[in-house]
């Protein structure tokens, strides 16, 4: 359920999303060692999938924490995969949201919403010649499948209503204000390129705007 506001902004009902949980879990950070976390979970969210938020201490010291909006990546996250810079974007968010304090969503969206499975039907087509794009369009699927309507949920869960967006990608920052989410400021991640992923980051900044130095 949801009702548009004011300039087509949309906004849930307040008590339609809750936190379930909070969860202490210490977490190795790369190049930092071991630091303190709260992870959450959610009640509610409108996909009814189990995205979480991480808050790292200091979260709370600013009207307008640090938020790095990430969408799962099995390969990048947890395997290291050279195709992509999922992997080290994460680790880079961790390591400042540690030091200064903030939060990381973490979106269940493998493969940029098409799934695991269907990103590497993706890859086979991508070492054929295609780029991401045009991969996800031969399997007819969008360019980016994502919807950040979840990540607005779980902030007004958490009672954040403005962030300082951590990211690269245009498109999350405007779907994040199309939900209701105010962003004092956009800071850039860091240009993770190696021999893999060149023409993946190329096709990022090319095709969808991401502010990427490749």
């Known amino acids: 359920m949801r009702t548009e506001g004011n300039e087509g902004v949309i906004v849930a009902p307040a008590d339609a999303v809750r936190v379930r949980a909070r969860v202490e879990v210490p977490i190795n950070v790369p190049g930092l060692g071991r630091r303190p976390s709260t992870m959450v979970s959610f009640h509610g969210l409108h996909d009814n999938r189990e995205h979480i938020a991480v808050l790292l201490p200091g979260w709370d010291r600013r009207s307008d924490p640090l938020v790095r909006v990430h969408s799962e990546c099995l390969t990048g996250d947890v395997f290291g995969s050279q195709r992509c810079d999922c992997g ?86 405007a779907q994040l204000r199309a939900h209701g989410v105010g962003i004092s400021d956009i800071v850039p991640t860091g240009t993770f390129v190696n021999e893999n992923n060149h023409a993946y980051l190329t096709a990022k900044r090319e095709r969808a705007g991401h502010a990427l130095e490749v």
């Open 88 to 173: 080290p974007q994460l680790h880079e968010a961790l390591a400042i949201c540690s030091h200064e304090g903030g939060i990381i969503l973490y979106l269940r969206q493998e493969g940029r919403g098409i799934g695991l499975y269907n990103k590497f039907d993706a890859y086979l087509l991508q070492d054929q010649g295609l780029d991401t794009f045009e991969a996800n369009a031969v399997l007819n699927f969008g360019h980016d499948m994502r919807d950040y309507r979840v990540a607005a949920e779980m902030l007004r869960a958490l009672d954040v209503p403005e962030i300082r967006l951590l990211s690269n990608n245009p498109e999350k920052g």
